[in-house]
């Protein structure tokens, strides 16, 4: 069966060249010194780990906790940000696939390392933990563990994201 799509492709095209166009313009118009207006909320300088980490941390009810699984895994808080990826699972692929597209930091639901806790003194000769921590060190990503608070999330950022796939 031939599927009819709902704009025909030159209208896709013409959709996303006036789209380009008017992002590319945005762009332009918000560059320093070329605007004519001012921006009454600058961009900050840099944003690092922590400044992320707090800003998401504004929207979950109670934070921070006393006592979390969610903790920066590896990386360093004070780290300017460059790009962001977000993850169920670290997996050696992840960070690939994170250092290929220029981002210095993931958001993962689950552990790094294996555990919970992310206990890993076992795990300091096992060669599967080191590759992974030479390629985080070697690319420089922070890795945060972003668990118990998005289960606080109202709504549960896990559930929602569920019930909408």
Same mark, same amino acid.
């Given at each position: 069966?031939?599927?009819?799509?709902?704009?025909?492709?030159?209208?896709?095209?013409?959709?996303?060249?006036? $789209?380009?166009?008017?992002?590319?313009?945005?762009? $332009?118009?918000? !560059?320093?010194?070329?605007?004519?207006?001012?921006?009454?909320?600058?961009?900050?300088?840099?944003?690092?780990?922590?400044?992320?980490? &707090?800003?998401?941390?504004? *929207?979950?009810?109670?934070?921070?906790?006393?006592?979390?699984?969610?903790?920066?895994?590896?990386?360093?808080?004070?780290? *300017?940000?460059?790009?962001?990826?977000?993850?169920?699972?670290?997996?050696? *692929?992840?960070?690939?696939?994170?250092?290929?597209?220029?981002?210095?930091?993931?958001?993962?639901? *689950?552990?790094?390392?294996?555990?919970?806790?992310?206990?890993? &003194?076992?795990?300091?000769?096992?060669?599967?933990?080191?590759?992974?921590? &030479?390629?985080?060190?070697?690319?420089?990503?922070?890795?945060?563990?972003?668990? &118990?608070?998005?289960? !606080?999330?109202?709504?549960?950022?896990?559930?929602?994201? %569920?019930?909408? %796939?």
């Amino acid at each position: 069966m031939k599927h009819k799509h709902p704009i025909p492709f030159s209208g896709r095209r013409k959709f996303l060249t006036s $789209v380009t166009k008017l992002l590319g313009t945005s762009l $332009v118009l918000s !560059a320093p010194g070329l605007s004519l207006a001012k921006n009454p909320h600058p961009a900050p300088d840099t944003f690092t780990v922590k400044r992320v980490i &707090d800003t998401i941390l504004k *929207e979950i009810p109670n934070a921070p906790f006393a006592s979390t699984v969610d903790q920066l895994r590896s990386g360093s808080l004070d780290q *300017e940000v460059k790009g962001i990826v977000t993850t169920m699972f670290p997996t050696v *692929e992840v960070i690939k696939k994170t250092a290929q597209a220029g981002a210095n930091f993931i958001i993962a639901h *689950e552990t790094p390392f294996y555990n919970n806790q992310d206990e890993t &003194d076992w795990l300091q000769q096992d060669d599967a933990y080191r590759y992974k921590i &030479d390629l985080l060190k070697k690319h420089q990503i922070a890795v945060w563990r972003f668990h &118990d608070y998005w289960h !606080a999330h109202k709504p549960d950022g896990i559930i929602m994201g %569920n019930l909408k %796939n």
